[in-house]
């Protein structure tokens, strides 16, 4: 089991998300990778925030406080899967990116392709969560990040995201 | 929201054990499913949701098949035509797991249609961080 989420762990900062997954994974692999890519995404839009402070988009406060939703259901979904919240990850990929963006511009077009990044996961992870209850909740929070991506891409000049 | 029986049945679906219930208890089938899956969506294509017909054409390649919608149309219909599309999809996951690449695609691009027309009509597009939640 650690093996494996050290594996995923290194998994989530492949260029392709949708590959992250080599072989099968449970239910609390496929749940662990997706609560690591929320925490990550609340820390590195927490970061931006700071960094930009009163030039920051409004959207990116909402979107911080949305990641910490998605981060607090997920860990109810690990619950009742036998798992517990894993500790914060060390910020990698477009995190880190988005992270270390200096600009409002280099915020947004890190956070579209974080957004971007969780899209693909959660459409991923519908097809291999084989719980009816936890892949509605995968679909809500897929919802939830494809209308950060709209948004952000709009707020970054992209109108049509 | 989800209104029609057939959408009430696809929705409990996802959570009936089979044999469990009485014997002429109705499952919603896959067909079924996509069904109601495309008559949402011509809902939304009726109302005017400019994303919603790509959608549509999605869902009849998958073999789904329905009326054309039939309600009003404006960018207020569009809007609650989405929220109800959205909300609908979440559903049919929960009911069809086959399906769940295809409504993974309809979610995310319902979803971005549902901000769309919010920020058009000056509504909060980011309301909430569980969008499609059943009610």
Redesign the interface.
Known sequence: MRRRELLLATAATLATPATAFGSAPTEGDVLLDLMRREQSAKLAYGAAAKTLGSQAPL?LV??R??ES??AD?LSTELAAVGLGRPLKPPLTGTARELAEASDRRAVLEAAVKLEDEL?DA??TS??LL?D??I?????????????????LG?AAGRPG? | MVTTRRALLAAGAGTLIAGCGPPDEHVASRQDVLDEQLRVTNESVAAGAPRARARARKLQAAGAKAPPGTGPSGLEHAYDAEAAALASYVQAVGASRPDRGLLGELVADAAASQAELARRLELDPLPTAFPGEPK
């Open positions: 959207e909402t979107i406080r949305h939703d998605h259901a899209v959660y459409r519908l097809v084989p009816a209850k892949a509605m909740t995968a679909a809500t929070i897929l919802a939830s990040h494809a209308q950060h991506r709209f948004i709009v995201s």
